[in-house]
């Protein structure tokens, strides 16, 4: 019988293991750590959902009703650990056992055609297919900055709390979701923060006429262009514009979809409060506590921290097999299907703005579908990815405007139903 390797339990490998087990698959699910849910057990404890509540669960599987709107981090954590346990999914994983290596089993076909060479800490298989749900929030990215810091320097992924920072002056650098919330952390306890801003980005507030923004039932009337605008409208009112708050750089992309945008309406309030500088230029050089900024100027801080993203590391997989545009791998298939590879699939590698649980399950019942295709055609396997690469481009994208990831997802159905067809009279031209 065919079995399948899952790479990583948290909510993506959940989705992924729970898709393949309902429908009947031989799975092993390997899981570094020695518990579900991946980085909901370590992020810092001010983190809250940005999307609300109902709508960023397991298919089938809501939040208990006493949560709040937007959940904090342990509520999520015991959320994913719950639909572990409640759907029977812990006992089909390998707790601290990690994943060495992953490689194409030997074949004169597309790579990947004849399955893949699974290492892990405790032994190796052979499998027909992998599901890498590995994650793309825990390789911390930090810029190479000239001269030495005095002080502490701390990357977002290891900021538990202010009880990390030492003294009194922090500068964060990065303004991207998490960065915003750690400048907010450090405002509310009544310590002084700078933030990084190097480029202008649009702000959105998590709530509009009292509901979360994703629960505007009239938005829905509405194309994705016209929404994109009405965001913009409302956040004007409610918010005001970037040029209101000292220092804040005005976004130069016209649309919420052009460029970056954040969902935290927290850190205007403290700038307006004083807790909260906004510094509009890049970090030149340390030089002891000085930092020094590339427009001349210069401040002293005791702690640094660094909201500076994460490499997307698939450290499992030779980076030969896995092309890359800006450091990030190519895909097809809605962030699914690899470039090049056969029978390997990414669950999670996509962030498509807006609740990201229910994303895991749908690319798993995507990749459960390209599956069975594999073993419908046999041991030559269905060419699903050099199918899919001769008719859709190839992107890299990780945060992904959500109707463009829709309409991937749409694109790579079509074409699956236009193979399934077609297979019967005409597979020697689709995997050639």
Request: net charge negative; with cysteine; glycine share 12%.
């Amino acid at each position: 019988m065919a079995t399948y390797c899952i790479v990583g339990s948290g909510a993506a490998g959940l989705s992924a293991l729970n898709v393949l087990t309902e429908r009947g698959y031989e799975v092993d699910c390997y899981e570094k750590s020695d518990r579900v849910g991946g980085h909901w057990n370590t992020d810092y404890d001010a983190l809250h959902l940005i999307t609300s509540r109902d709508q960023t669960t397991f298919e089938g599987f809501p939040m208990p009703e006493d949560y709040p709107y937007f959940p904090r981090r342990d509520q999520i954590r015991d959320y994913i650990a719950s639909y572990a346990r409640t759907r029977g999914l812990e006992r089909r994983i390998s707790f601290n056992t990690e994943v060495v290596s992953v490689t194409p089993v030997e074949t004169e076909g597309p790579v990947g055609s004849a399955g893949w060479n699974v290492a892990t800490s405790h032994g190796a298989g052979v499998y027909d297919g992998v599901l890498v749900a590995n994650g793309h929030l825990w390789d911390p990215k930090v810029p190479s900055v000239p001269g030495s810091f005095a002080g502490k320097q701390i990357h977002s992924s290891g900021y538990q709390n202010v009880g990390d920072i030492e003294g009194t002056r922090v500068l964060v650098v990065g303004a991207g979701n998490s960065g915003c919330d750690l400048a907010v952390d450090v405002a509310q306890h009544r310590l002084e923060a700078d933030i990084v801003v190097r480029h202008g980005t649009y702000f959105q507030p998590k709530m509009y006429f009292g509901r979360p923004r994703q629960e505007l039932g009239f938005m829905a009337e509405f194309s994705p262009s016209e929404q994109d605008l009405i965001a913009r409208l409302l956040a004007r009112v409610s918010i005001g514009r970037n040029a209101d708050y000292p220092g804040l750089p005005v976004p130069r992309h016209r649309a919420l979809a052009d460029g970056p945008a954040v969902v935290n309406d927290l850190l205007l309030y403290w700038i307006h409060h004083g807790r909260v500088g906004v510094v509009g230029h890049g970090v030149e050089r340390f030089d002891g506590h000085t930092a020094h900024f590339t427009d001349g100027s210069a401040k002293d801080y005791d702690t640094i921290l660094w909201a500076t993203g994460f490499h997307p590391t698939l450290p499992f997989l030779d980076e030969e097999l896995v092309p890359r545009r800006e450091g990030r791998p190519l895909r097809y298939g809605g962030g699914i299907v690899p470039q090049g590879l056969e029978r390997l699939y990414y669950i999670g590698l996509s962030a498509p703005r807006g609740p990201q649980i229910p994303v895991y399950g749908t690319q798993a019942k995507i990749a459960e579908r390209m599956i069975a295709m594999h073993e419908e055609a046999g041991d030559v396997g269905a060419g699903i990815a050099a199918y899919l690469g001769r008719l859709q481009e190839a992107d890299d994208r990780i945060d992904i405007p959500r109707d463009i990831w829709n309409a991937q997802i749409a694109d790579t159905e079509r074409l699956l139903e236009a193979y399934a067809a077609t297979v019967g009279t005409d597979e020697a031209q689709l995997t050639k």
